[in-house]
């Protein structure tokens, strides 16, 4: 069975801050995908990152493959209140229908 | 463009009672679909996935059924609801060629 273990599970931070949330797994994975989900609301796809040593910006996010594609990191710049939610990163071996997910981080950013 | 929808949005249900939750993708030509449930805005559980009509795989034995009778129509459904059965549900659907999940809005039940 394959495993993601996402860390830390909560992070409560001030405005302005910088965070770092990790993915981490013992398998290899073909693609691996961020989403954020807000309270409510599906979980909405941030990034989808496929080559080991990848690395992916989208505005304050940074994202990265490890090069052995076990593992992911998703850094965020300077974070605020919009950032509020719940992280998710889930991860695909190849030939496989199931994404493998994490359990998530959930993440406050307080004005 | 795909989009895809679920209704309804919330459901207050007596438990015993029936439950039929439908999702409906549009944009996209046999998808794969998938029903889950969130506890508590943590990790998602995948409840059944199906690659085509008719054909549904279930991950986890429960009180919940599922369905596709057309290509891009997925029904989750109880005959009797159980109190557990309260969560949030969410489905999702993906292409063969890109490994990506497509969430969508989720149906909040509360079993009373």
């Known amino acids: 069975t394959q495993l993601l273990e996402q860390s830390p599970q909560f992070l409560s931070i001030q405005e302005g801050e910088n965070l770092t949330v990790y993915c981490n797994s013992s398998?290899?994975?073909?693609?691996l995908q961020w989403y954020r989900q807000e309270p409510g609301e599906g979980p909405v796809l941030l990034v989808t990152?496929?080559?080991?040593?990848e690395v992916k910006k989208l505005k304050r996010l940074t994202f990265q493959f490890g090069d052995a594609r076990k593992d992911s990191s998703l850094h965020i710049t300077a974070a605020q209140p919009g950032d509020t939610g719940l992280y998710l990163c889930?991860?695909?071996?190849?030939?496989?229908?199931?994404?493998?997910f994490g359990r998530g981080t959930s993440l406050i950013v307080h004005p | 463009s795909q989009t895809i929808h679920q209704w309804p949005a919330t459901l207050v249900q007596p438990v015993g009672s029936p439950l039929s939750l439908e999702c409906t993708v549009e944009?996209?030509?046999?998808?794969?679909l998938y029903w889950y449930r969130q506890a508590a805005g943590r990790g998602l559980q995948l409840l059944f996935y199906s690659v085509g009509i008719g054909q549904i795989s279930s991950e986890v034995p429960q009180n919940l059924s599922a369905s596709r009778p057309q290509d891009r129509q997925f029904i989750l459904s109880s005959k009797k609801l159980l109190l557990s059965d309260s969560g949030f549900y969410l489905c999702a659907w993906s292409d063969s060629i890109t490994d990506t999940q497509y969430f969508g809005p989720g149906t909040r039940l509360t079993v009373l």
């Open positions: 889930a991860g695909y071996s190849g030939g496989s229908y199931i994404p493998t």
């Open positions: 944009g996209t030509s046999n998808p794969n």
């Open positions: 398998s290899v994975f073909s693609s």
């Open positions: 990152v496929v080559t080991g040593g």
